[in-house]
């Protein structure tokens, strides 16, 4: 827990979500217990460049199964940003999301201002869908934030999923 909530303290991840204000640890605590009691489907995110396996992010999907759809958040730790981790584990988090729970579409939003972020989400599948003007601040600024979703049946490229089924 205390390693997640050191990457939410990062001042650039405190941007890239429009946050203006840290939060404690205390209350990163109570909310995480909050989230592990519903039916979010959580994946850490691992570095494996090193000898062993290193916790570099976590990426979250907030389902709505009524509908088949979810929404999708992703967080990396600061040293691990810039190295194609986000746009792989976005990948791997969409498979899941289409082949095992079978989702037909996940979406997020994301600041207009973070292009790095934008384009990382398209080369991982995700499509512009739409803007919602003025809905949210960069760097004390407001902004606009871009709806992006994803499709299953236009999910393309390989499948871990697929591959460990497939004989």
Known sequence: METYWRWEQDPSLLVGYGRQSPESL??????MAHQLRGENIRFT??????????PAG??????DHGVRTAEFVIMLAPEARGRG????ATRLTLDYAFHVTNLRMVWLKVLAPN????NAYLKAGFQKAGTL???G???GEVCD??????IGSEFSGPSAVKNLLTP
């Open 145 to 150: 934030e871009i709806v992006m979703d994803a």
């Open 137 to 139: 601040y960069w760097l």
């Open 85 to 88: 981790l986000g746009r792989e």
């Open 45 to 54: 995110v691992y570095d494996l460049t090193g000898g062993a396996p290193v």
């Open 26 to 31: 205390e209350a990163r605590t109570d909310g």
């Open 133 to 135: 003007r003025q809905s």
């Open 115 to 118: 292009v790095a972020g934008v």
């Open 58 to 63: 976590v990426t979250t999907l907030l389902p």
